[in-house]
């Protein structure tokens, strides 16, 4: 079987659903491959939209990114609601992050004079201030700041609305693998899937986070580029009659390590994440959920008392300098993939900028440093290299 | 709809189940009611069989019968085994347990002492001993004991293959939920379903754990002597080529806490468990997970590799001196309830009683201290109290 498109978007993840609905709503015709897998990167995660809390020194430039992902999002998040009626749980209380002992807290309190250094809104509070803004937090807390410009979003709502927004704009949805990409005298031609269909289109996106590099037939080096770093979270759930425990996403550092809590308006608190550098390995471990709930129950000792309703393992697109790897890499190819820790922020400009290059127009200036071409060289067919 | 049959069983967990089967062998029609939900005690528990390291100080009449249970579960695994050619993980190396710091060792010594002074087979270790049984153990096991007269069995294995062995000897199972019993003039004459079957029947047989003090129209006060106990317990596996990482099941206890671990041939790992007196709430909590992992990681460092393949609660039925409630209550009723931490271990011994009384013999003389009559008056019907 032959499926034809103007373009063939592969990975149903947020950052695959997200352009596929941007580019058919911009009056493409538009497939969409998707393993349609339920341990995606996009529906393990929390759903922090952080780029505060992210930045670290010496990544700047992923930082103006973010930061323009994070003035974007809430414009996106509102059309699709509107497009879709559903509520996709976006959250604007900004992020509390608190230090569990006193390295922890001088540890913070660098990170937030180098926020602050580069124009973030970053205040440092007082234990006792953020008690005030948070009281089931544990007194032990030494002190932190508020991040008032780190939201969430329910990530698997987020997911739910924008393949409903997709299919309602026309995007076609084919379940299934894609296996290799094909192409005929330097420009890409289509995709083959794992059962044998064949796609036959003008553009192939590749947003198949770190799947995309075990695709053959693209250009080198993009399994040197792109790594699966994995990350356990769990999602707990309020007991019957027991009201919110948080009101903020909280990021704490306890004894060293980051533990983060994302609560939601219906009762979840997703609490996250390990970066672990085991290969393609989704297990949960019982070393890795102990360490969650011991940092976690550190500085919110009333979770003991939450329903631990799942616990679930991913694989997020790492790449050589942590940012994405995104924009044209040959004549009918784009790449959307590598969004590593800041796929569901970068969602909505991923989607913008990946229409900006399907209709031969530039996107953000933001995007410059994130272009293939400073890994990968142009030109096919090459095979990935052995996992 | 109306069943009739000799006698009908209330509950398919092990207890249900193993009379439903050596029942129908005997040559009665036997219908069981089986709710077959999948959190039931029978599904949730590790599988123990540990007259030893289950006795405690003032509990000799109960020792004696899971005495008697340990030394019947054998021969009774083989018959079931060979008629339905199922494996149900049967494991004999014996158990041991360890204490974590001088605390746990002093009290564990006691126990230890008191188990060799009536009789039982607890042979004391010293920390050097037990890491040449279990080389994975932390080094800073303080000591303990093997107690080699306490085995395990796949509890799931178990129930499943019970149940392959009942509908073999002819008992039908009815799926569904007892509401209540039925009685004419003293006489129990049948029971009825929530979905409205009725069923007739010489004699009722109550096993439905916990759920026997929901049942209108038995005795009274069976509400106020048998009662949920919750349980949360891990299932662990090893992930693919690690080796076993455990050859006996371990009894530990860390800093005042009992935890245990019994390991299965197939390379399951149990960890359990709580006592909880909460009524009948069977949720997952973070910190009944959290405590578990860490009890458990304090002994066995190596288990933070494992996967944690599940989290699981059940409800075991407890009564008031911790022993079971079993024989007849009255004209047509049998009870075989509240066998509390020792449901495996005395399913085989309460299949062999629940015959006999169905047969108007006598059962066992260890049975003698657990007949209903200690707690019920006789005489129904009765509604049971409002939980």
Chains 1, 2 share one sequence.
């Not at 770093?229 to 306890?254: E, T, W």
Request: with cysteine; aromatic share 4%.
């Amino acid at each position: 079987m032959t499926v034809t498109a103007d373009v063939a978007i592969v990975g149903g993840g947020v950052i695959g659903t997200a352009i596929a609905w941007r580019a058919a709503a911009a009056g493409l015709d538009v497939v969409l491959v998707d393993p349609q897998r339920d341990d995606g990167a996009s529906l393990v995660a929390a759903g922090m939209l952080a780029p505060v809390s992210e930045s670290i020194f010496g990544e700047e430039a992923l930082l103006r990114l973010n930061l323009l992902a994070a003035r974007r999002f809430p414009t996106f998040a509102a059309e699709l609601e509107e497009h879709t009626g559903q509520h996709i749980g976006l959250r604007q209380e900004g992020t509390l992050a608190v230090a569990y002992d006193p390295g922890d807290h001088a540890a913070l309190l660098r990170l937030t004079e180098f926020r602050r250094s580069v124009g973030l809104d970053a205040a440092e509070l007082d234990s006792r201030a953020i008690r005030q803004l948070e009281p089931f937090l544990t007194p032990d807390v030494r002190g932190g700041a508020l991040f008032a410009g780190d939201w969430s979003v329910d990530n698997r709502r987020y997911l739910a609305a924008l393949r409903q927004a997709a299919q309602a704009a026309g995007v076609r949805t084919v379940p299934g693998q894609v296996t290799r990409v094909t192409s005929t005298g330097g420009q890409l031609t289509g995709a083959e899937l794992a059962d044998g269909t064949a796609i036959s289109c003008g553009t192939v996106v590749v947003a198949a986070g770190w799947g995309s590099a075990g695709i053959a037939g693209l250009p080198g080096r993009l399994a040197d580029v792109v790594r699966p770093v994995k990350g356990q979270l769990l999602r707990l759930r309020l007991p019957a009659a027991m009201p919110p425990v948080l009101s903020h996403s909280v990021r704490a550092v306890v004894r060293g390590t980051d533990v983060y809590l994302v609560p939601r308006a219906d009762g979840e608190l997703v609490v996250g994440a390990t970066q672990e550098e085991r290969g393609p390995d989704r297990t949960v471990t019982a070393g890795a959920v102990h360490d969650l709930l011991r940092d976690a129950l550190s500085v919110l000792p009333v979770l003991s008392e939450l329903v631990l309703a799942e616990t679930c393992a991913g694989l997020r697109p790492g790449t050589l300098d942590n940012g994405p790897l995104a924009g044209p890499a040959g004549a009918g190819l784009l790449l959307a993939t590598g969004h590593y820790r800041n796929g569901i922020l970068l969602s909505a400009v991923t989607a913008d900028a990946a229409v900006a290059w399907l209709a031969g127009q530039p996107p953000a200036a933001e995007w410059a440093p994130f272009t293939p071409d400073r890994f990968l060289a142009p030109g096919w067919p090459t095979e990935p290299r052995p996992a």
